[in-house]
C-alpha cells in the first residue's frame, strides 16, 4: 500500500528530490517506468542487487492519489535491463533486456485500455538483434520506435554498438526490426530527443555515457516537420530550469563514463540524474544532477549534492503534469532498492 510522504527534504544547490510516496511495490532498480494516460507503468527490474532473475511484475502507479497495485495480468514479462514506449497513449511496448539467463530481442506489449499482454509478431522482413540489455527505445511516432544499444548473447556483447529501427503495426499487431548501422560501443546509456535550434530546425535524437567519453553521440538527426512526436508540456518546470541554469557555470563537456542514470526531456532540456561512474574505483554510485542546455550552443551545467541518501542507480525519471518524479532504484550500497516516489524541487 502506498504511504504518503511528509514534506521533508534536503535543499542542496538549489535542488532536490521531495518524497511524496512510499510503497514497496515501487522498490525496484534496472525496470522501466512509463507514463501512459496519467499512470507510471513500472515493468521487472531487480528487487535487489545481486538478484540472479528479475521480477515479473507489472506495478502501475497514480501520482495524482498516491497509490500503487500490481497489475494482474497474465504473461507479464520476467525482465530487467529493458527499456519500454508509449505507443498511441494505449500500448506499453517493452523492448530486449535481460531474463536471468539471456538478452533477448524480443517485443511485449501492454494493452493498457483491457490490462492484457499482448503477443505481437514480427513481420518476415524482421531483422532482429542477437539480444539488448542497458540500450535504450526512443518514440519517434507511433509506428516508429528507434532502438541504440550494444547487442549480445548470453555472456558476450559486440565491441561496437548499433542503431535500430523498430516499425510497428497496431492494427495489426506486428513489428519489424532493420539495422540502420553500427555505432559507438554503449550500454547503460540514455536517450534524448530534442529539437535542433538555429537556421535549420528539426529534431536530433542524442545518446549520452554507457562508455567512458563525455561527448553525446549523435543517433538520428530529422529535418522540420520529420518528427510528429509531441514533448510533453511544462512551462513551469521549463522556466524553473532556466532560471537554475542561469547561475550556474555552463561547459562544453559533459559526465564522463556515466552509465544506469536517468534523462528525461523537458523543452529545451535533457536532465540527468544519478547513476553509477566507471572512472572511480570507490563510492561509484552518483546523486549529480546535469542539464544539457540546448537553447543555443549545447551547454551542460553541473550541480552537485552532498547528501549521499539521494544517491541512485538502475532509477528512473518520468516528466507528468509539470513535474519530474524519481521512481525507484539502487541507493548508495548498490543493493537496497529505494520504495520512494519524488519530486523534483528547484529553488530559485
Not at 521480477?55 to 519500454?84: I, K, N, Y
Not at 539471456?102 to 542477437?130: F, M, S
Not at 563525455?214 to 543517433?219: G, K, L, R, S
Request: charged share 20%.
Amino acid at each position: 500500500m502506498a504511504v504518503a510522504m511528509p514534506p521533508s527534504r534536503v535543499e542542496v544547490s538549489g535542488w532536490s528530490w521531495r518524497p511524496v510516496a512510499r510503497d514497496a511495490l515501487l522498490a525496484r532498480a534496472f525496470h522501466s517506468c512509463t507514463e501512459l494516460r496519467g499512470r507510471f507503468y513500472l515493468v521487472g527490474g531487480l528487487l535487489t542487487g545481486g538478484a540472479r532473475k528479475p521480477s515479473s511484475d507489472t506495478v502501475v502507479f497514480d501520482p495524482t492519489g498516491g497509490q500503487a497495485v500490481r497489475l494482474e495480468a497474465r504473461d507479464s514479462p520476467l525482465l530487467s535491463h529493458h527499456d519500454a514506449a508509449n505507443v498511441g497513449g494505449r500500448w506499453l511496448c517493452v523492448v530486449g533486456g535481460w531474463d536471468g539467463s539471456r538478452r533477448l530481442a524480443t517485443v511485449k506489449v501492454l494493452d493498457t485500455e483491457h490490462g492484457v499482454w499482448e503477443a505481437w509478431t514480427a513481420t518476415p522482413d524482421n531483422c532482429p538483434p542477437a539480444g539488448l540489455s542497458s540500450h535504450t527505445c526512443t518514440r519517434l511516432s507511433d509506428r516508429e520506435l528507434r532502438v541504440a544499444g550494444r547487442e549480445g548473447g548470453t555472456r558476450t556483447q559486440r565491441r561496437y554498438g548499433s542503431i535500430y529501427t523498430l516499425t510497428l503495426d497496431p492494427s495489426a499487431r506486428t513489428y519489424c526490426y532493420k539495422e540502420d548501422y553500427h555505432t559507438v560501443s554503449r550500454s547503460g546509456h540514455c536517450a534524448a530527443l530534442l529539437q535542433t535550434p538555429g537556421p535549420h530546425p528539426g529534431h536530433q535524437l542524442l545518446l549520452f555515457g554507457g562508455c567512458n567519453s563525455a561527448e553525446p553521440e549523435i543517433a538520428g538527426q530529422w529535418s522540420q516537420g520529420k518528427i510528429k512526436e509531441e514533448p510533453p508540456i511544462a512551462p513551469r518546470l521549463m522556466e524553473q530550469l532556466a532560471r537554475l541554469v542561469s547561475n550556474g557555470q555552463g561547459s562544453r563537456q559533459g559526465p564522463r563514463g556515466l552509465r544506469h542514470h536517468s534523462c528525461s526531456v523537458v523543452g529545451p532540456f535533457a536532465v540527468l540524474f544519478g547513476g553509477e561512474s566507471l572512472t572511480r574505483a570507490r563510492d561509484t554510485i552518483c546523486n549529480d544532477l546535469y542539464i544539457y542546455d540546448t537553447r543555443k550552443s549545447p551547454l551542460w551545467f553541473h550541480f552537485p549534492c552532498a547528501d549521499r541518501g539521494l544517491k541512485r542507480v538502475g532509477h528512473r525519471t518520468c516528466l507528468w503534469n509539470d513535474q519530474l518524479y524519481l521512481v525507484g532504484g539502487f541507493g548508495e550500497d548498490g543493493r537496497t532498492a529505494n520504495p520512494q516516489v519524488c519530486i523534483l524541487d528547484l529553488f530559485i
